[in-house]
């Protein structure tokens, strides 16, 4: 059986770092996903597998070019990442455009999801341009989860980490 390719995971450090352990979206995602990771269904990769001694750049774009889906937690930290916006998501576009990798995001809090856009596949001068909201959200952006009972916050998670599934199975979405 062929490696399973990575599933990259988008977040902004800063809605990983609250005090209030329900509060930290990457954390609870992967909660979610490890179980399938650690069955051989998935493998999930964020720049937290990175070790000392790596080069983090390097490594974080050796990956962007190797995944089949990518899960963004969007928050207005994230629109605002210099780094995601000019490293991360010019090649996420750019593979999604050209190579079919999967773009979906949960919006974790309010943020300007319609209005902020993104050049690729330069970040600077494009050519082309779109705005997350191009993608279906897991949730609606009037929702974020922030905004959400817990268990409400744990059915979007679900749903993510059994579209991961059907997307590395190469099966299409249940409708």
């Given at each position: 059986?062929?490696?399973v390719?990575?599933?990259?995971i988008?977040y902004?450090?800063?809605?990983?770092e609250?005090?209030?352990?329900?509060?930290?979206?990457?954390d609870?995602?992967?909660?979610?996903?490890?179980?399938l990771?650690?069955?051989?269904?998935?493998?999930?990769?964020s720049?937290?597998?990175?070790e000392?001694?790596?080069?983090?750049?390097?490594?974080?774009?050796?990956?962007?070019h190797?995944?089949?889906?990518?899960v963004?937690?969007?928050s207005?930290?994230?629109?605002?990442?210099k780094?995601?916006?000019?490293?991360?998501?010019?090649v996420?576009?750019k593979?999604?455009?050209?190579?079919?990798?999967?773009?979906?995001?949960?919006i974790?809090?309010?943020?300007q999801?319609?209005?902020?856009?993104?050049?690729?596949?330069?970040?600077?001068?494009?050519?082309?341009?779109?705005?997350?909201?191009?993608?279906?959200?897991?949730?609606?952006?009037?929702?974020p989860l922030?905004?959400?009972?817990?268990h409400?916050?744990?059915?979007?998670?679900?749903?993510?980490?059994?579209?991961?599934?059907?997307?590395?199975?190469?099966?299409a979405?249940d409708?």
């Amino acid at each position: 059986m062929p490696p399973v390719p990575p599933v990259f995971i988008c977040y902004a450090h800063q809605d990983n770092e609250n005090s209030d352990l329900s509060r930290r979206w990457l954390d609870r995602l992967l909660g979610y996903l490890e179980p399938l990771n650690q069955q051989g269904k998935l493998q999930i990769w964020s720049d937290q597998q990175l070790e000392i001694g790596d080069t983090w750049d390097t490594e974080i774009k050796t990956k962007l070019h190797e995944v089949k889906a990518a899960v963004l937690l969007v928050s207005q930290s994230l629109l605002g990442s210099k780094y995601i916006r000019n490293t991360e998501l010019p090649v996420l576009l750019k593979r999604a455009k050209d190579d079919g990798v999967v773009i979906l995001p949960i919006i974790v809090r309010a943020c300007q999801l319609d209005d902020i856009t993104f050049k690729y596949p330069d970040p600077q001068q494009g050519p082309e341009e779109l705005t997350l909201s191009t993608f279906q959200t897991a949730n609606p952006p009037n929702k974020p989860l922030n905004s959400l009972q817990e268990h409400e916050q744990d059915e979007i998670f679900l749903k993510v980490a059994k579209r991961l599934s059907q997307i590395v199975d190469g099966k299409a979405p249940d409708i």
